[in-house]
């Protein structure tokens, strides 16, 4: 009796689950087939978040911290509160990071074609299904990108994808190194330079290459055959914006051109980019800069093909998931040939410039560079750079140690000194939130007045 008993315990609890099985599965797989709707909770859990309100001053996200069963708003810079509605009126202009959150509204506009949901189930293995670690789709939309916006040429190009263009800055170095030779090339860039050069360069402590400096120190000395250089080349340049081009010539030198800002909203565009190595990323494109994403048009073989090997060795090449969030968000800057995202980022930078620079106007102790109008191919007429950053100089003799004149004033930049410049000037970031910009605002014209007040009370 009790094996029976058992028996029927056993045949009970078989049934219980199968069902259990059947009816929570119902909804995803039936009859060999998905029902439409299985992804509905996850985009009711994304909806609730995006529609917690936060004042206009601060988001709420999906992976943020929650508070009795709600998400929690994460504020911008100087305001606070469970809604992100109360100002600190003490606070300081932080406006020192790179931060291209200048875009985030334009994503808010575009909600429903920018969004991603990811199964749970989505590119699990390590490859494509043609044994590599790039989307060959992505790669196509690369390309269809630069056609359209006329910045680079990509016939006869390689591409490789990185974390951002920061990966891909050390990966080329490599590939470009010499690795048989008895000396180290040396790595050099024009002052003012981005300072993840040199400190990623020094970083990495490789035998094959070495920092050296500005260019201006090596130009008498690149028709030594035992010395080879690395250049990089940025354009637009970070702090300035200018459109650099290579210093140093010869067999001997191999430039890197890191454009990450070669972009509508940034600089006119007279023509596309046509170097053997150029390095974008999707962060000054899209403002993404989370995503880490970033790719290089390569025209050299074995340099792709090193570069290739460096990125399978140091993380088996970028997340899928990264990867088709970029093919997600390409495909919406690519529609309408892309004038609706970049009109929008140049009317927000141009905006922003034309307040800084009339807030400057008067100022006999601060100045920023000037941007001169040129002809972009893109939108078809005469532009006025609008640069990522200000590169401010203090005037003065009493003010060279620009940075604390500012932190004293309520502005925190990023000292020149780390760019190879003098300390007398001062980058600071025009990309982040309207919030950031318009407390850089109030604070540079409270600057700029009490200069007045300085001389009616002599």
Not at 64 to 93: H, I, K, R, W, Y
Request: with cysteine; charged share 20%; glycine share 8%.
């Amino acid at each position: 009796m009790g094996k029976i008993q058992s028996c029927m315990y056993v045949v009970c609890l078989l049934c219980s689950v199968t069902l259990n099985i059947l009816f929570v599965g119902r909804d995803v797989y039936v009859g060999g087939k998905w029902e439409v709707g299985w992804s509905r909770r996850a985009a009711e859990e994304a909806e609730a978040v995006a529609a917690v309100s936060c004042s206009g001053h601060g988001r709420a996200f999906l992976d943020g911290l929650v508070v009795d069963g709600s998400p929690v708003c994460e504020c911008n810079t100087c305001f606070g509160g469970p809604d992100c509605s109360q100002f600190s009126a003490s606070c300081v202009a932080d406006v020192d990071s790179g931060d291209p959150l200048f875009l985030e509204p334009f994503w808010m506009q575009h909600a429903a074609s920018s969004a991603v949901l990811v199964a749970g189930w989505h590119r699990m293995s390590y490859s494509f299904n043609d044994h590599s670690s790039i989307s060959q789709e992505l790669v196509k939309l690369i390309r269809k990108l630069h056609a359209i916006v006329g910045n680079a040429n990509t016939t006869g190009r390689f591409i490789v994808f990185g974390a951002g263009s920061t990966q891909l800055l050390n990966a080329a170095v490599h590939a470009l190194s010499p690795h048989n030779s008895s000396a180290p090339a040396k790595v050099v860039a024009t002052i003012p330079f981005y300072p993840v050069y040199k400190s990623q360069t020094d970083f990495f402590r490789s035998v094959d290459f070495q920092f050296a400096g500005d260019t201006s120190l090596w130009k008498n000395s690149t028709s030594d055959p035992t010395s080879n250089f690395i250049e990089f080349v940025t354009a637009p340049n970070n702090p300035d914006g200018k459109l650099n081009k290579a210093v140093l010539q010869g067999p001997n030198v191999k430039p890197i051109y890191d454009h990450a800002y070669y972009w509508p909203h940034f600089t006119p565009i007279p023509a596309p980019a046509d170097e053997d190595l150029m390095i974008f990323t999707i962060s000054k494109l899209t403002g993404h800069a989370g995503s880490r994403f970033g790719w290089a048009l390569i025209k050299d073989k074995d340099v792709y093909e090193t570069m290739l090997d460096y990125m399978s060795l140091n993380t088996l090449g970028v997340s899928r998931d990264t990867q088709l969030r970029a093919f997600k968000l390409l495909k919406v800057v690519t529609q309408g040939r892309g004038r609706e995202i970049f009109k929008f980022g140049y009317k927000t930078m141009k905006d922003r410039w034309e307040k800084l620079n009339k807030a400057l106007l008067m100022s006999r102790r601060f100045s920023v560079q000037e941007n001169s109008p040129q002809y972009c191919t893109f939108f078809g007429k005469v532009k006025r750079p609008s640069p990522a950053y200000a590169w401010l100089k203090c005037e003065k003799e009493e003010d060279k140690e620009c940075y604390g004149v500012l932190k004293k004033a309520g502005i925190i930049g990023r000292n020149g000194t780390l760019f190879g410049a003098n300390s007398s000037y001062v980058r600071l970031s025009l990309i982040k939130t309207q919030d950031d910009f318009d407390i850089l605002l109030h604070q540079i014209n409270k600057l700029v007045s009490e200069e007045d007040g300085g001389k009616s009370s002599m």
